[in-house]
Every structure is written in structure tokens, then in C-alpha cells.
């Protein structure tokens, strides 16, 4: 069976709802940090599998835009276990349910 | 010699503060200091060369002057301002006696400041002094002439507070350097007004007097004429600060506490002219505003009577010279509230001959005297200090207008054109002539309370009573020479008229364009000329009745030669009117305290306390833990989703 984009789709679909769903659901901050990857990078494979369907000619945007996003992820990963890192060592726990100063 | 460029003039003495100052500045370190000779030398030199070449350009100058584009000073969209020169009749005459005088005035601080511990420095201040004047002369647009105004005033200040171990000198320099600050923001307002007219570009003298002749021309003065008048009066603002009329006249008296070379050349010869030199400049455009030049008139009346009525009182033999320097430059602006400003600048001319002497020769009685300041404590010099005498005599004779010396011929001038050019002329002329009258008086106290009668200082001090050294006397004798002869340039009686025409070709479209209008009295002017004369010796004969004849005051030996403080000074009055305006500032300063303390911050704080309430309220919303958050707005997120699908938009 010749690869169909619309397995792309469904690939990328999955693997969001994969990411979304362990950001959601995880109390450990990593996890977060690992389902939200996930979730950028499906969406950076839905770019790439939509420029497949396209002609060469037109297709140059969907495979260079996952490449700034590969870009930027790499520095929100940094910026972001900075950040937890930082976190605890003030709060010592790695659950973000601990960290819920700001109400109240 | 024409093709001598005319900044050279100006860089001479800026050499001189450079090299001097780095004198100062390395030898601060070392004990002795630098060689007396070889800084005097240095400081003599510069500005005797700055004499040398405005002789060489004054012989060879045009008619019209010359004009001299240096460089490109301020160019940005709204201002375009060049450093250029003008040597024209007028700067060539103010010229001639500020690096004249000025030469002479440092050649006799050498012997003046022998010893002093600030020698270089007080030469770099002397030289920085003489490039901002010359700036301020020279320049050709206003701009140019501020910087050499700011300048002037921080030499003042620089100089007044020289010998700045005492807190009193420093206390006299802020004040100098203070009110002259109240006049210069009239001087900047004035420039911002003429600028709001025709644009940066009218800065410039040569074309704010097109722009003048443009707008008399067009026959829209009376549209202009306002804002005229506003810059005009803005501009006088700037003078009275630096030439001490009323009200701003109370820092000269107390500026005598600097040396006394720093006394004749700063605050009698050359700075304290220069708001009379500011009113010649811009003649033109005072010509248009007639109610502006009555104002000057009266203000410098006023001042002329005042300064010449508390110089009666003064005992410091300095304050004595200070007060007859302001009221000496009343006379002048009272020339230039009548439009004649010739007269006015031949004034000055004068003035800084005799007036320099006077100081100069006081500087010599205090050097003999070994610091001595009170009258009361002097007397019967003459024998033991012959030249000083003769010199301050001749001096004398000058400043009260004796016929033949350099001040009957400027005197006599201004009264004549009082009385002809002037509205109620009769009036200005008849205190013109009463102030004449008190200045023979005060000035006839100080030659005889210092010069005749007995010694009454201390006995152990008469022996050291000493003649000047060569380098004081001879600058003295010079300028003596000057105030007996320089008169003779415009010798109205006998038909010289040199000077007048040496002025007509700036001054003289403004003096037509406002006597043209007026029916001139024919006048005898030998009739004036007895007139000044007899006013001189009636002064003279009451001074010697009054001081020549009685046993003179005597100061005891116990009280100290302080002066007496605030209350004789005489410029009580006005000192006490500043403190009421410094008083209303201060209470307006309060007022707007107050407001920005308690109305604005209970504004802020009730905007502060809204918004926290506000924010307390809305967060009440917020969910406890991050997860339940993200997952609150990603329903919210796929709820707004749903919503666009299925309604196909909101709009």
C-alpha cells in the first residue's frame, strides 16, 4: 500500500494528542516539557507531510518552517528546564501541583 | 593687512588659558610653582598679541566690515547655526579697548598677584576671560555672542571667587553667578523669540536687520511688532543681569570681593559693558519698538541716580568704584533708551579708560596700604604714593566730566541727546545732570578721604607705605593718558567727530529711523558743555565743603575693617526684593509639593487599589494547579473551535 498523506495526518494527529495528553495528565514537570516536544513536533511532521503532497516548486515552505520550529524548540527547551531547574531548587518538588503560588 | 583672518584674534588668548592652565595644572604638585616671570611673560604676550593684530585689522577694515564664515557650528532641520565673525565699527571699537586694556590690565596683575599661592591660574582665568569677551564681540549672530556671554559670567565667577579660602568671596560668586543667571535666561527666552519669527537663520545680525528692513518695508512692523517687543524686552533682561541695572544690580558690589585687576577689567572695563554693547548690536531692531527703548531709559535713570546716591555712603574704597560703575552704565543705557547709541558706546570707550584707572589706581592704594580697603583708615597718600595719586586724580577729573577730560566729552553727549532725542528729555535731562552733580560729590569724597588731609590708619603700618612697582604704574599711566585724551575722538564742541563715524555704518539706519521722526531741537551745544561743567564743580565744591574742610570720619582701631555688613551696602533694598521673589518661588515650590505629595499619589493610589480589588475578584477564577488550567483553556480552545466550525464564523 503506497503511503498515503492522509496516514501522515492521522501519524501526526496521534502523536499530538499523545503529547497533549501526557502534558495534561503528568504531575512531573518533565513529562510536560516531554509531552509538549511531542506535541510541536507533530505538528512540524504535518507540516512536512502536507509539503509532500504539493509540487516541488510550492513545497519549499512546509519543509523550511519545521526547520525554524526545530530552531525555536531547541531554545524553549533550554529556556524551559532552566526554568524548572530554577523552580526547584526553590521548591524543591519536580510536581507542578506545588507550584501554585500564583492563586491567591 | 586685511588678509589677516579674523579668528586669530580670539585664538591668542585661548593659547594663553591652554598653555597657562596646563602650567597650573602640573605645577599644582610642587611647592614653589612655576617661574613668576616666565607665566607673566606668557600671560602679558597673548593678549598683547590679540591688541596687535585688531590694530592691524582696524587700519585696513572696510566701511562695511568684514565678515568671516569659520565653520559650521549647529546644522540640524531646525537650526542652522555657523561660528562666524563680524569686525565691523562697533566690534572694532569694543575690540580695541578689551585686548588693549586687557594687555595692560594683566601686565599690572603681575605686580598686583606677586606671591599669591593661584599666580598661573589666576592668568588662565584672565586669558579664558579675554577669548570669551572677544567671542562675545566678535561673533556675528547671537548664538555665538551667548557662548562668549555664558563665558564672560564664568570667568566672573571663576575670578570673583579666586582667593576661595574665604566663604565670603565664594558667597559673592554664587550670588554674581546666580543673578547673572536670571538675566541669561532672558538673553536664551529673547534668541527662542526672534527665532519664532523668521527661523533660526535670523540669529544672525547682518539678517535680523534685513529681516527689520524687510518687515518696515512691507509695512508689517505692527503684525510683528508684539513678539518684537517681547524679545526685546527679554533681550534688556539679559543686559541689566550683566551690566547690573535694576533690578539685577545687586552682585556688583559684592563682586568687588575678587581681586582688584579682576575689579577694572571685568566688572568696570569690559564685561559689565557688554549688555550695552548687546543694545547697540541690535539697534535695528530696538529701533522698532519705541516703548521697549522708554523702558531702558527709565530703568537706566533710575539706576544711574540710585547707584550714584548709595555710592555717597560707601566707605570700602572698591564699593565706592562699584556703585559709580553702575551708575555709570545707567548713563549708558540711558543713551540707548534715547537712541544714541554712539553716545552710549563712546560711553563705554571712555569709561573704560577712567574707570579702569580708578580701580587699578585703588588696587595700588590697597597694595600700598597692605590690604587696607576702608577709607576711614587712608589718607594723605598723595605724599607718599604721588604717581597713584596722579593718576586716580586725572581719573577723577574724568569721571565727573571736568571740560577737557574723556568724560565731559561722553557725558555731555548723552545728556545733549537726552535732551533732544529723548521723550520728556527736559525731565531725563535734568536727573542726567543732578546725578552728574552726586557723582562729582561721591567721587570727590573718595580723592579727598584717600588722597589729602591727615593719615588715619594704624601708626606701625605708615612707614611701609610704599609707591607701586614700575609693571602697575605704567599700565595705570597709560590708561591715566587714555582717560584725559581719549575724549578728543569725539570732541562735539570742536567739531570732531571721528568716533561717530566710525559707529554710523551699524547704528547709525537705527538712530535716523527713530530721531528722522522727531523735531530736533536746535541746540547750542556749548550751552551743554557749561551746563556738564558747572555741574562737575558744584560737585567738586561741595565734596571739599562737606569732607575737605572738617576733620574726616576715623575708623577705631578695634573695630576691624570688615565691612558693616547688609544693611549699608545699599543694595538692601533690591537684595530684599529678590528674597521676596525667592520666597514666592519657594512657596510656590511648596504649593506644587503638596499637590504632587497628597492629590496625584491619592489618584494613583485609588487607580492601585481598583485594580487590586479587581484582580483579587478575577482571581478567584483561576484554578489551583497548572494541569487543570492548561486543560481549562484547551477546552476553552476547542469550545471557541467548535463554535467558528459550526456557526461558520462569528461575523
Same mark, same amino acid.
Given at each position: 500500500?503506497?503511503?498515503?498523506?492522509?496516514?501522515?495526518q492521522?501519524?501526526a494527529?496521534?502523536l499530538?494528542a499523545?503529547?497533549?495528553?501526557?502534558?495534561?495528565?503528568?504531575?512531573?514537570?518533565?513529562?510536560?516539557?516531554?509531552?509538549?516536544e511531542l506535541?510541536?513536533?507533530?505538528v512540524n511532521?504535518?507540516?512536512?507531510?502536507?509539503?509532500?503532497?504539493?509540487p516541488a516548486?510550492?513545497?519549499?515552505?512546509g519543509?523550511?518552517?519545521?526547520?525554524?520550529?526545530?530552531?525555536?524548540a531547541?531554545a524553549?527547551a533550554?529556556?524551559?528546564?532552566?526554568?524548572?531547574?530554577?523552580i526547584?531548587?526553590n521548591r524543591?518538588?519536580?510536581?507542578?501541583?506545588?507550584?501554585?503560588?500564583?492563586?491567591? | 593687512? #586685511?588678509?589677516?583672518?579674523?579668528?586669530i584674534i580670539?585664538? !591668542?588668548?585661548?593659547?594663553? %588659558?591652554i598653555?597657562?592652565? %596646563?602650567?597650573?595644572v602640573?605645577?599644582?604638585?610642587?611647592?614653589?610653582?612655576?617661574?613668576?616671570?616666565?607665566?607673566?611673560?606668557?600671560?602679558? @604676550?597673548?593678549?598683547?598679541?590679540?591688541?596687535?593684530?585688531?590694530v592691524?585689522?582696524?587700519?585696513?577694515?572696510?566701511?562695511?566690515?568684514i565678515?568671516?564664515?569659520?565653520?559650521?557650528?549647529?546644522?540640524?532641520?531646525?537650526?542652522?547655526?555657523?561660528i562666524?565673525?563680524?569686525?565691523?565699527?562697533?566690534s572694532?571699537?569694543m575690540?580695541?579697548?578689551v585686548?588693549?586694556?586687557?594687555?595692560l590690565?594683566?601686565?599690572y596683575?603681575?605686580?598686583y598677584?606677586h606671591?599669591?599661592?593661584?599666580f %598661573?591660574?589666576?592668568?588662565?582665568?584672565?586669558n579664558l576671560?579675554?577669548?570669551?569677551?572677544?567671542?562675545?564681540? @566678535?561673533?556675528?549672530?547671537?548664538?555665538?555672542?551667548?557662548?562668549? *556671554?555664558?563665558?564672560?559670567g564664568?570667568?566672573?565667577?571663576?575670578?570673583i571667587?579666586?582667593?576661595?579660602?574665604d566663604?565670603n568671596?565664594?558667597? +559673592?560668586?554664587n550670588?554674581?553667578?546666580?543673578?547673572?543667571?536670571?538675566?541669561?535666561i532672558?538673553f536664551?527666552?529673547g534668541m527662542?523669540c526672534?527665532?519664532?519669527?523668521?527661523?533660526?537663520?535670523? @540669529?544672525?545680525?547682518? =539678517?535680523?536687520?534685513?529681516?527689520?528692513?524687510?518687515?518696515?518695508?512691507g509695512?508689517?512692523v505692527?503684525?510683528?511688532?508684539?513678539?518684537?517687543?517681547i524679545?526685546?524686552?527679554?533681550? !534688556?533682561?539679559?543686559?541689566?543681569?550683566?551690566?547690573?541695572?535694576?533690578?539685577?544690580? #545687586? *552682585?556688583?558690589?559684592?563682586?568687588m570681593?575678587?581681586?582688584?585687576?579682576?575689579?577694572?577689567?571685568?566688572?568696570?572695563?569690559?564685561?559689565?559693558?557688554?549688555?550695552?554693547?548687546l543694545?547697540?548690536?541690535?539697534?535695528?531692531?530696538?529701533?522698532?519698538?519705541?516703548?521697549?527703548?522708554?523702558?531702558?531709559?527709565?530703568?537706566?535713570?533710575? #539706576?544711574a541716580?540710585?547707584?550714584?546716591?548709595?555710592?555717597?555712603?560707601?566707605?570700602?574704597?572698591?564699593?565706592?568704584?562699584?556703585?559709580?560703575?553702575?551708575s555709570?552704565?545707567?548713563?549708558?543705557?540711558?543713551? =540707548?533708551? =534715547?537712541?544714541?547709541?554712539?553716545?552710549?558706546?563712546?560711553?563705554?570707550?571712555?569709561h +573704560?579708560f577712567?574707570?579702569?584707572?580708578l580701580?587699578?589706581? +585703588?588696587?595700588a592704594?590697597?597694595h600700598?596700604?597692605?590690604?587696607?580697603?576702608?577709607?576711614?583708615?587712608?589718607?594723605?597718600l598723595?605724599?607718599k604714593?604721588p604717581?597713584?595719586?596722579?593718576?586716580?586724580?586725572?581719573a577723577?577729573?574724568?569721571i565727573?566730566?571736568?571740560p577737557?577730560?574723556a568724560?565731559?566729552?561722553?557725558?555731555?553727549?548723552?545728556?545733549?541727546?537726552?535732551y #533732544?532725542?529723548?521723550?520728556?528729555?527736559?525731565? /531725563?535731562?535734568?536727573?542726567?545732570?543732578?546725578?552728574?552733580?552726586?557723582?562729582?560729590?561721591?567721587?570727590g569724597? @573718595?580723592?579727598i578721604?584717600?588722597?589729602?588731609?591727615?593719615?588715619r590708619?594704624?601708626?606701625e603700618?605708615?612707614?611701609?607705605?610704599?609707591?607701586?612697582?614700575?609693571?602697575?604704574?605704567?599700565?595705570?599711566v597709560?590708561l591715566a593718558?587714555?582717560?584725559? !585724551?581719549a575724549?578728543?575722538l569725539?570732541?562735539?564742541?570742536?567739531?570732531?567727530k571721528f !568716533?561717530e563715524?566710525?559707529?554710523?555704518p551699524?547704528?547709525?539706519?537705527?538712530?535716523?529711523f527713530?530721531?528722522?521722526?522727531?523735531?530736533?531741537?536746535?541746540v547750542?551745544?556749548?550751552? /551743554?558743555?557749561?551746563?556738564?561743567?558747572?555741574?562737575?564743580?558744584?560737585?567738586m565744591?561741595?565734596?571739599?565743603?562737606i569732607?575737605? %574742610?572738617?576733620?574726616?570720619?576715623?575708623?577705631?582701631?578695634?573695630?576691624?575693617s570688615?565691612?558693616?555688613?547688609?544693611?549699608?551696602? *545699599?543694595?538692601?533694598f533690591?537684595?530684599?526684593?529678590?528674597?521676596?521673589?525667592i520666597v514666592?518661588?519657594?512657596?510656590?515650590a511648596?504649593v506644587a509639593?503638596v499637590?504632587?505629595?497628597?492629590v496625584?499619589?491619592a489618584?494613583?493610589?485609588?487607580?492601585?487599589?481598583? +485594580?487590586?480589588?479587581?484582580g483579587?475578584?478575577?482571581?478567584s477564577?483561576?484554578?489551583?494547579k497548572?494541569?487543570?488550567?492548561?486543560?481549562?483553556?484547551?477546552?476553552?480552545l476547542?469550545?471557541?473551535t467548535?463554535?467558528?466550525?459550526l456557526?461558520?464564523?462569528?461575523?
Open positions: 500500500m503506497e503511503l498515503q498523506p492522509i496516514f501522515i492521522m501519524l494527529l496521534l499530538f499523545i503529547g497533549l495528553a501526557t502534558a495534561l495528565a503528568r504531575r512531573n514537570v518533565f513529562f510536560v516539557l516531554m509531552g509538549i506535541a510541536l513536533n507533530a511532521l504535518s507540516f512536512v507531510g502536507f509539503a509532500k503532497t504539493l516548486a510550492e513545497s519549499v515552505a519543509q523550511i518552517v519545521p526547520l525554524f520550529s526545530i530552531a525555536v531547541a524553549e533550554c529556556v524551559g528546564l532552566a526554568l524548572v531547574i530554577l526547584f531548587r524543591e518538588s519536580v510536581d507542578s501541583d506545588n507550584y501554585s503560588n500564583m492563586k491567591g | 593687512m #586685511t588678509n589677516l583672518p579674523l579668528w580670539p585664538l !591668542f588668548p585661548l593659547l594663553g %588659558t598653555l597657562l592652565g %596646563t602650567v597650573a602640573v605645577s599644582s604638585g610642587s611647592k614653589k610653582g612655576p617661574s613668576e616671570g616666565f607665566v607673566g611673560a606668557l600671560s602679558v @604676550l597673548f593678549p598683547a598679541l590679540s591688541f596687535v593684530s585688531v592691524l585689522l582696524a587700519f585696513g577694515m572696510p566701511e562695511e566690515g565678515r568671516q564664515t569659520l565653520c559650521n557650528w549647529i546644522d540640524i532641520p531646525m537650526l542652522k547655526v555657523n562666524g565673525f563680524l569686525f565691523d565699527g562697533l572694532r571699537v575690540l580695541l579697548f585686548t588693549g586694556i586687557g594687555s590690565i594683566a601686565l596683575s603681575i605686580g598677584m606671591g599669591d599661592r593661584g %598661573t591660574r589666576f592668568f588662565a582665568y584672565i576671560f579675554l577669548f570669551s569677551m572677544i567671542v562675545l564681540v @566678535l561673533s556675528d549672530s547671537l548664538l555665538l555672542t551667548f557662548l562668549g *556671554w555664558e563665558g564672560v564664568l570667568c566672573s565667577y571663576l575670578l571667587g579666586f582667593w576661595n579660602h566663604l568671596n565664594c558667597k +559673592a560668586a550670588k554674581a553667578f546666580i543673578v547673572n543667571r536670571v538675566g541669561d532672558g536664551l527666552l527662542l526672534l527665532a519664532t519669527l523668521g527661523g533660526s537663520a535670523i @540669529l544672525n545680525y547682518d =539678517a535680523l536687520n534685513k529681516f527689520i528692513e524687510m518687515l518696515i518695508a509695512g508689517h505692527e503684525l510683528a511688532t508684539p513678539i518684537i517687543a524679545a526685546g524686552l527679554l533681550f !534688556f533682561v539679559g543686559c541689566t543681569g550683566k551690566s547690573a541695572q535694576i533690578p539685577l544690580l #545687586t *552682585w556688583l558690589p559684592d563682586a570681593a575678587g581681586p582688584t585687576p579682576v575689579s577694572a577689567l571685568i566688572h568696570a572695563a569690559t564685561m559689565v559693558t557688554s549688555g550695552v554693547y543694545l547697540a548690536r541690535l539697534s535695528r531692531m530696538f529701533s522698532v519698538i519705541p516703548e521697549v527703548l522708554m523702558i531702558v531709559l527709565i530703568v537706566g535713570m533710575l #539706576t541716580f540710585w547707584a550714584a546716591v548709595a555710592g555717597l555712603f560707601q566707605n570700602d574704597i572698591k564699593k565706592v568704584l562699584a556703585y559709580s560703575t553702575i555709570q552704565l545707567g548713563y549708558m543705557f540711558m543713551a =540707548a533708551g =534715547a537712541s544714541a547709541y554712539d553716545a552710549s558706546i563712546f560711553h563705554v570707550f571712555t +573704560a577712567f574707570k579702569a584707572a580701580f587699578l589706581g +585703588a588696587g592704594v590697597i600700598a596700604l597692605a590690604g587696607e580697603q576702608d577709607m576711614r583708615r587712608m589718607g594723605g598723595i605724599k604714593t604717581v597713584t595719586a596722579c593718576v586716580m586724580i586725572f577723577f577729573l574724568a565727573i566730566g571736568f577737557g577730560f568724560g565731559f566729552w561722553s557725558k555731555d553727549l548723552i545728556l545733549e541727546r537726552l #533732544t532725542n529723548a521723550p520728556f528729555g527736559e525731565f /531725563f535731562y535734568g536727573v542726567g545732570l543732578l546725578t552728574a552733580v552726586i557723582t562729582a560729590v561721591y567721587m569724597r @573718595l580723592i578721604m584717600t588722597f589729602f588731609g591727615e593719615y590708619g594704624p601708626k603700618k605708615e612707614a611701609h607705605i610704599h609707591e607701586a612697582p614700575a609693571c602697575m604704574l605704567f599700565p595705570m597709560i593718558v587714555g582717560a584725559v !585724551f575724549g578728543y569725539w570732541a562735539d564742541s570742536l567739531g570732531i !568716533f563715524g566710525t559707529l554710523a551699524v547704528v547709525g539706519v537705527a538712530q535716523d527713530v530721531v528722522g521722526k522727531l523735531a530736533v531741537a536746535h547750542n551745544p556749548m550751552a /551743554f558743555a557749561c551746563f556738564g561743567t558747572a555741574a562737575a564743580l558744584l560737585g565744591f561741595i565734596a571739599y565743603a569732607y575737605g %574742610t572738617k576733620r574726616l570720619p576715623r575708623l577705631h582701631a578695634k573695630w576691624g570688615a565691612p558693616e555688613g547688609f544693611k549699608a551696602d *545699599w543694595t538692601f533690591f537684595d530684599y526684593i529678590h528674597s521676596i521673589f514666592m518661588f519657594k512657596a510656590a511648596f509639593d499637590f504632587v505629595d497628597k496625584l499619589q489618584i494613583q493610589w485609588t487607580i492601585g487599589a481598583i +485594580a487590586e480589588i479587581v483579587d475578584g478575577v482571581s477564577f483561576q484554578a489551583r497548572v494541569r487543570v488550567q492548561l486543560t481549562l483553556s484547551l477546552v476553552g476547542v469550545a471557541l467548535a463554535v467558528v466550525l456557526t461558520g464564523g462569528l461575523f
